[in-house]
């Protein structure tokens, strides 16, 4: 009971967040009187001992915490006045991501505008130029048309930006350094391998997906491997699970192959510069191999979402407007919950088809190696059918080839990756070694790019669904919930 109660008080601040995020405006007085009502009505209802209306009041409570955590990240209105006036603003910058082959977005906070100070810190995001290069921490003078943001919650941004470097940093920052990780693998990347393959990499490894071509995203779209690029918690537990596979192929004992996965993980996350996706994407990639090694995936929900309600304390917007941390999440969440389902239908399908071809047994060492491709299967499966929704909300295309091409192409992954951040590693003793080890990180991108260019060509590949609205996909997840509520209930869930 007390862990179902945990996991109604998750869900209830997670709908609290989603609720707030769709409202044009915080309404305070609301919120809180929402919150001082389930308070009352939850002490009330507990004194008489009606526990199913106290456990009531206190979600509606946890709910208002929810509301009001959101609305404290509105985009502030200090800036209101100067919307589509030109200004000047100083600023220190606070990230920056690659935007196309030639452009990075750099994130800036300032309190001040046209030299006049602000109430509050206001973040600015600025389009411009990949070189010459900017540091996490520099100061700048930027010129510019200050514009709303692009969508609820984004930062104000600087259209036509005139920027001028006052000072460059010095400070010994986490983000500084990770930053500047991020920059020097980019440029490792480039030198070891041609385009687009080298932007292909810097997807598998960074989850930059701005400078691929036009043309291999809209592949990409067409076949249902656009998370290849997203560097989700569904593609590093593939990598986890591929090294503890190795590592348990050499006789090294199980929990010891563990540890040391996740040890990776944790490193690879530090290394590729340890940006807020890396970080939510390793935890979601270390919560399913927790998962895997406890055996009873479907018990660790609560722990999933945990985690995803602790990420959007830190950062409320990601629930709603971060189509990366959506996709990681659910498709993790359905390695934990939906893929136990699928297991248990392939298991039936199969005692039927034994039974029909007579089979009283089949040999050990066959099972062992169809596993592997019946695992990747499954949770791919699995994996789809948690993002399907999103995907056609955001994008309003169904991919029907997906899932053939997440199995042709997902095999290669861990192996693209693993090698290719060697090639990576080992250029910074070597250019001519880590290119030599780069040409066999190329072959193996080559063919998931000819397999995605394959899948895509098919004219019935993809469908178009337009018109998939933010009620549709409430309703197609609740839809979900109950259903994978209900096959659990009936024992239809076992361990991969």
């Known amino acids: 009971m007390p862990s179902a109660i945990f996991l109604y008080a998750m869900l209830a601040f997670l709908a609290g967040v989603g609720v707030e995020s769709f409202l044009a405006r915080s309404f305070w007085f609301l919120i809180i009187a929402v919150a001082c009502a389930g ?94 290069e900017y540091a996490i921490g520099d100061e700048l003078l930027v010129r510019g048309v200050l514009k709303s943001p692009l969508r609820p919650h984004d930062p104000f941004y600087l259209s036509y930006p005139a920027i001028e470097r006052v000072r460059e940093s010095e400070s010994f920052t986490a983000a500084r350094v990770f930053g500047r990780v ?58 986890g699970r591929s090294f503890m596979a190795l590592l348990l192929m050499v006789t090294m004992p199980f929990m010891a192959s563990f540890w040391l996965a996740v040890i990776a993980i944790f490193g690879f996350v530090l290394l590729t510069g340890a940006s807020a996706s890396l970080v939510r994407a390793g935890i979601m990639g270390i919560l399913a191999l927790v998962a895997e090694r406890e055996g009873r995936m479907y018990r660790m929900t609560n722990a999933l979402i945990f985690a995803g309600a602790v990420m959007v304390m830190h950062d409320p917007t990601i629930l709603r407007f971060d189509v990366s941390f959506q996709l990681s999440f659910l498709a993790t969440l359905g390695l934990v919950v939906a893929a136990p389902v699928y297991a248990r239908a392939m298991h039936r399908v199969m005692q039927i088809v034994r039974s029909y071809q007579k089979i009283t047994r089949v040999p050990r060492d066959n099972e062992e190696k169809s596993s592997g491709f019946k695992t990747i299967l499954i949770e791919t499966l699995a994996a789809q059918t948690m993002v399907t929704p999103l995907l056609l909300y955001h994008f309003g295309t169904f991919s029907l080839v997906s899932p053939f091409a997440n199995l042709v192409v997902l095999i290669s992954i861990p192996y693209a990756m693993g090698i290719g951040f060697g090639g990576v590693a080992i250029s910074f003793v070597s250019d001519g070694l880590g290119r030599v080890v780069g040409y066999v990180a190329w072959a193996l991108l080559e063919y998931q790019m000819r397999a995605i260019s394959f899948f895509a060509a098919f004219s019935f590949a993809a469908v178009d669904i337009p018109g998939f609205s933010e009620g549709m996909l409430v309703v197609s997840y609740i ?18």
Not at 83 to 108: T, Y
Not at 208 to 213: A, D, G, I, M, R
């Open 39 to 132: 308070f009352l009505a939850g002490i009330i209802a507990y004194g008489k001992k009606n526990y199913v209306v106290a456990l009531a009041g206190f979600l509606i409570v946890v709910c208002a915490i929810g509301m009001a955590r959101m609305a404290l990240v509105r985009a502030p209105a200090i800036a209101d006045e100067w919307k589509d006036r030109s200004v000047e603003v100083s600023a220190e910058i606070s990230a920056i991501s690659d935007w196309g082959l030639d452009a990075i977005r750099i994130d800036v906070d300032t309190t001040y505008i046209n030299q006049q100070p602000l109430a509050k810190m206001l973040a600015v995001r600025i389009r411009t130029n990949r070189y010459p």
């Open 182 to 239: 991020r920059n020097v693998l980019n440029e490792r990347i480039e030198a070891i391998m041609p385009e687009p393959h080298a932007s292909l990499l810097k997807g598998l490894l960074l989850g930059e997906k701005q400078s691929l071509p036009k043309d291999f995203t809209e592949e990409l779209k067409r076949s249902g491997t656009s998370h290849i690029v997203a560097l989700s918690g569904y593609n590093i537990t593939i990598v």
């Open 479 to 496: 839809t979900l919930a109950v259903l994978l509520w209900r096959w659990k209930k009936k024992g239809n869930a076992v361990s991969l």
